[in-house]
């Protein structure tokens, strides 16, 4: 048996992104959905998808925003100005051989998100990752506070190689076409399926969205939030799944 996992990034990022998530969570696709605990549009994003059952996991957030914790018990991971540092930031130092984060300060904040989550949902997460940043202690962090709960986490692999998650060999899939990607991303649900391994898992990760003025402000990730919410929502592209020799799962039904 071959598995497709379909993931959707970001809730709580912006009321846009809220409702292109929610468009694909009803479309019947998305099933699991990573939340961002610390931005001030998550209760908005969770309101959206009350009522649909949904996967939700931790989508731990050190790079838009402002921290759960006071900024000046964390100053490595904040501006002056209270905001976490930028993406940008963690990309020159990694170019750099550098990495910023101080392990205790990055733990204290996993935490801060990870009660945050529960106080929101009512629920464990259901997977335990983290956000579009390189950072050894980063990944580090979240390492011990998944054991330190006994959290599911699951961590990003190198395209190609697979993640054990729980017991199952999850491979992350990379579109190998970018262009042909962007100009439409079934084309890359179709590869993944196409190449999906035997007796394993293949994960898809999604950030769909609809552009607004904060997203425009804060991400360099735009419309490709809105082709790929638009190809999550078209019933041809959920049909067309259906007709192949692939079960779609969440973290959940990974044992």
């Known amino acids: 048996m071959k598995y497709l996992l379909i993931r959707a ?3 709580g990022y912006s009321e846009g992104v809220n409702c292109g998530i929610a468009a694909t969570v009803a479309a019947g ?3 699991s959905v990573g939340v961002m605990t610390n931005m001030p549009a998550v209760v908005h994003g969770l309101g959206l998808l009350h009522g649909h059952s949904l996967c939700l996991g931790q989508h731990t957030n050190i790079c838009v925003g402002r921290p759960l914790t006071d900024p000046s018990r964390i ?6 100005e209270g905001e976490f540092k930028p993406s940008r930031a963690y990309r020159e130092a990694a170019k750099a051989g550098q990495d910023f984060v101080v392990l205790e300060e990055i733990i204290e904040e996993i935490e801060a998100q990870y009660r945050q989550f529960k106080a929101l949902t009512g629920w464990e997460p259901g997977y335990f990752e983290g956000h579009a940043v390189a950072s050894a202690n980063f990944f580090k962090g979240l390492e011990i506070v998944a054991q330190r709960h006994g959290l599911p986490y699951f961590a990003m692999g190198r395209p190609g190689e697979a993640v054990t998650f729980r017991h199952t060999q999850v491979y992350a899939y990379m579109p190998r076409d970018f ?3 962007e100009a439409d991303p079934f084309t890359g649900v179709q590869d993944a399926v196409a190449h999906a391994h035997e007796g394993a898992c293949d994960l898809m990760v999604f950030h769909p969205g609809y552009i607004d003025a904060y997203l425009l402000d804060h991400s360099t990730m735009t419309t490709p939030r809105v082709r790929e919410a638009a190809m999550l929502c078209r019933p041809e592209v959920r049909a067309w799944l259906e007709q192949q020799d692939i079960q779609l799962v969440t973290y959940n039904d990974l044992t």
Request: hydrophobic share 35%.
């Open 75 to 80: 100053p490595s991971l904040c501006t002056p």
């Open 179 to 181: 262009k042909a990607y």
């Open 9 to 11: 990034d970001d809730l």
């Open 29 to 31: 696709l998305v099933r």
